[in-house]
């Protein structure tokens, strides 16, 4: 069984960029979650996905959207990069939209 | 609004000493509770969940209860180790995980 897989493990962008985060959902899974963490601080719900639908979204501006692919597989798009966005960006898997979350490693995305 | 708070934010104990992390929460109104552990840099490895109808789970050394009428969760380590070393958060799900900002533990050999 394959885990939670995120791409790319590192980035560095400018402000202003865009940029594509990937996450590939663990087998048998129908929900992705993605969280921002900061430095020091818990994560943040970003917003999730079940079925290719959105299910929810947290305190995030539109410039953070996202997708969910009929593999279940997700992507985070971030557009017009700010330097606040330097984070930890790490997506979660689950069964269900309830269901207990596996996380990927992790992308660190820096913005300079 | 759910809020969650960890106390201590960090914590160094000697290696063989049993230890408790807590963790509380503002709306008792969840689905379940979740307890992770996070290594520097590292993804979130999922430690234990308890479901709202639980009082706890446990896993080798570790068991976590869950008082959702105080809106506290706790988690026991028992006999730590160094490789229990990490940051450890929780997280209560309404409709969505809601975390606490984590205790740093330091077990010392």
Redesign the interface.
Known sequence: ETGVT?SPTHLIKTRGQQVTLRCSSQSGHNTV?W?QQAL??????IF?YYREEEN?R?NFPPRFSGLQFPNYSSELNVNALELDDSA?Y?C?SSFDR?G???????T?LTVT | KQEVTQIPAALSVPEGENLVLNCSFTDSAIYNLQWFRQDPGKGLTSLLLIQSSQREQTSGRLNASLDKSSGRSTLYIAASQPGDSATYLCAARNYQLIWGAGTKLIIKP
Do not use: H, I, T
């Open positions: 995120q979650s969280y020091g601080q818990g994560p943040q719900f999730q929810g947290g930890l790490l979660a309830n207990e979350q596996y996380f990927g490693p992790g660190r």
